[in-house]
C-alpha cells in the first residue's frame, strides 16, 4: 500500500452484506502492504464499541513502538 500503510477493516455481519467478501478480494489485489479483515459478527452499535477498542488498541500499540 502507498506509504507503507497498514489496514484495519471491521465488517458488520458478513452474511448480511458482502463488505467483507470484497474486503478479502481487495487484499488479494494489493501488491503491498497489510490488510487485517474483521468479521463483526453483528449489525446493531456494538460495532461501534468493537471499533473504538481497536483504535485503543492501536494507539497503546504505536506508544510502545
Do not use: C, P
Not at 22 to 44: F, Q, V, W, Y
Amino acid at each position: 500500500m502507498a506509504e507503507g500503510y497498514e489496514v484495519l477493516f471491521i465488517s458488520i455481519l458478513s452474511k448480511l452484506s458482502a463488505t467483507n467478501q470484497n474486503a478479502h478480494i481487495a487484499r488479494e489485489m494489493m501488491l503491498d502492504g497489510e490488510i487485517e479483515i474483521i468479521d463483526s459478527r453483528t449489525i446493531s452499535t456494538g460495532i461501534g464499541l468493537l471499533v473504538a477498542a481497536a483504535s485503543d488498541m492501536v494507539k497503546k500499540w504505536r506508544r510502545k513502538k
